[in-house]
């Protein structure tokens, strides 16, 4: 078993629709990142938390440490969110990350 | 964006040959990692380093050898390179450990024929 779970691994959306990303991990960790894949290949950090939830823009992200679960919330999805969605946990006083292996989203128009 | 380049972007070379792959950040951050991204895998980390000369091994380090030098620049050597070692390549920094965002170079593509 993978230490970072995520599902689904691909999901396909209409415009508009309300899109969840699932990851859930095995071990405790200190912080938890959702990561974006472009589909040119370049990867930018999306969030980046410890506790409760982070809002930027039509993206939310959650995590309960207790369940070691994190969602990642699209509102309104738009094409331009087609990418992979990548969540990656640091165990605690940790230097390196776990990847999961990414949720492949298209939103068509 | 942290001014991470990835030097060259593409390269195709032969079985058994070394290849170095170079990334130079601008940010002064304290951290820099060397992933392998491959299909049915997530990003696998290969080295890392904390600071200046200090470098430790990843889950996928088989290979590869690493050096910094200097803050802003970290090498990842593939000493004899192998078809197993055909990936895309991506450099990250942070400013510290994990519990800082890491922010990612573009990327390279190595081919081993």
């Known amino acids: 078993k993978n230490e970072v779970e995520q599902s689904p691994q691909n999901l396909t959306a209409q415009e508009g629709e309300f899109i969840t990303i699932n990851c859930s991990y095995s071990?405790?960790?200190?912080?938890l990142h959702w990561l974006q894949q472009h589909p040119g290949g370049g990867i930018v950090s999306l969030f980046m938390?410890?506790?409760g939830k982070k809002k930027h823009g039509r993206l939310i992200a959650t995590i309960n440490i207790q369940e070691k679960h994190s969602s990642l919330h699209i509102t309104a999805s738009h094409p331009r969110d087609s990418a992979v969605y990548i969540c990656?946990?640091?165990?605690?006083?940790?230097?390196?990350?776990?990847f999961g292996e990414g949720t492949q989203l298209t939103v068509n128009p | 964006d942290a001014g991470i380049t990835q030097s060259p972007r593409h390269k195709v070379t032969e079985t058994g040959t070394p290849v170095t792959l170079r990334c130079h950040q601008t940010?002064?951050?304290?951290?820099m990692y060397w992933y392998r991204q491959d299909p049915g895998h997530g990003l696998r980390l290969i080295h890392y380093s904390y600071g200046v000369k200090d470098t430790d091994k990843g889950e996928v380090s088989d290979g590869y050898s690493v050096s910094r030098s200097k803050t802003e620049d970290f090498l990842l050597t593939l000493e004899s390179a192998t078809s197993s070692q055909t990936s895309v390549y991506f450099c990250?920094?942070?400013?510290?450990?994990?519990?800082?965002?890491?922010?990612f170079g573009p990327g390279t593509r190595l081919t081993v024929t």
């Open positions: 071990v405790g960790i200190s912080a």
């Open positions: 940010e002064n951050h304290r951290y």
């Open positions: 990656a946990v640091g165990a605690a006083s940790g230097s390196r990350l776990t």
């Open positions: 938390l410890s506790s």
């Open positions: 990250a920094t942070a400013l510290s450990g994990t519990d800082y965002e890491q922010y």
